[in-house]
């Protein structure tokens, strides 16, 4: 499990951009027949990949949790981003298809990970925090969500917002996820911009064609730095940090908060007017 310390508001704005993508860019993840994790240090935040083909892949707990299993301080977020396939927790199946998520509470002991087609194997991306409570795991179907729409085609900000793990659904300790699609024709998400400081968040960047990219730009609204993503790569965003992004296409992504509360309103925003 790969370490990737925290960044101090006054040092950002003097990293190269290679400094850049080492500390707020997750490459890489999706690796056939591997869990890929990397812990952040930020409200101590795991995200990774699990891609099963042949057989079952188990979610083991790296040796810098000092835990006997992943779950046992932790609770899980799960969302498919390929193929059929199923999460195992303690002995249960659970069949997730494309976009669906899985919540996995505190206490689980055995995670395991399996595809229904080896040729197109699942995809499953996930997202980890402490959690000092239980709660049962669950499973969200991505067609019962009712997507809520946001922004307009004049300003190129359309997109539909899904939650999957909020106050007003599936019960959390502190882990509050989704997924927002971005309409074609438009291509900004979260804009106007904003910050919440008391939790970080996470965004994996999908559905974006071989040559597409997307701007994501970060840091504090009179220092903005950007960092170039390409399909499938995440984004660490402090809470200091503003968390916007414009692509080359639509394309979709998946966003994860961890930290003091999980209101979904608690937002400090940004006027774009003061972005520089």
């Avoid at 990737?4 to 951009?17: D, K, N, Q, S």
């Avoid at 000092?66 to 659970?94: K, Q, S, T």
């Amino acid at each position: 499990m790969e370490q990737i310390p925290a960044t101090h508001v006054r040092g950002y704005g003097r990293m190269t951009a290679r400094e850049l993508r080492e500390r707020f860019v997750v490459a890489a993840m999706f690796r056939p027949s591997r869990v890929v994790l990397h812990h952040w240090e930020v409200d101590r935040t795991v995200v990774g990949s699990a891609v099963p083909r042949r057989g079952r892949l188990v979610l083991e707990p790296p040796p810098g949790l000092r835990a006997e299993y992943f779950n046992e301080r932790r609770e899980l977020g799960i969302v498919n981003l390929g193929g059929p396939g199923a999460v195992e927790v303690d002995g249960r199946r659970h069949r997730l298809g494309l976009h669906d998520c899985l919540y996995v509470g505190r206490g689980a002991r055995r995670v395991a990970f399996t595809s229904d087609r080896p040729a197109r194997p699942a995809q499953f991306y996930l997202l980890s925090y402490p959690a000092h409570a239980s709660y049962p795991t669950r499973l969200v179907r991505f067609a019962d969500t009712a997507g809520t729409a946001l922004g307009s085609a004049t300003e190129r900000t359309s997109r539909s917002l899904h939650k999957f793990i909020h106050p007003g659904g599936v019960k959390s300790c502190q882990l509050v996820l989704g997924l927002t699609v971005i309409a074609p024709g438009s291509a900004w998400n979260t804009m106007p911009p904003h910050t919440h400081i008391r939790r970080s968040e996470v965004y994996l960047y999908f559905g974006l064609p071989a040559r597409g990219r997307v701007t994501h730009f970060m840091g504090n609204p009179d220092c903005i730095r950007r960092l170039t993503v390409r399909d499938r790569e995440a984004v660490l965003s402090p809470p200091w940090s503003v968390h916007c992004g414009v692509g080359t296409t639509h394309y979709a992504f998946i966003w994860g908060m961890g930290g003091e509360n999980q209101d979904f309103a608690d937002i400090d925003p940004v006027d774009p007017r003061l972005i520089r």
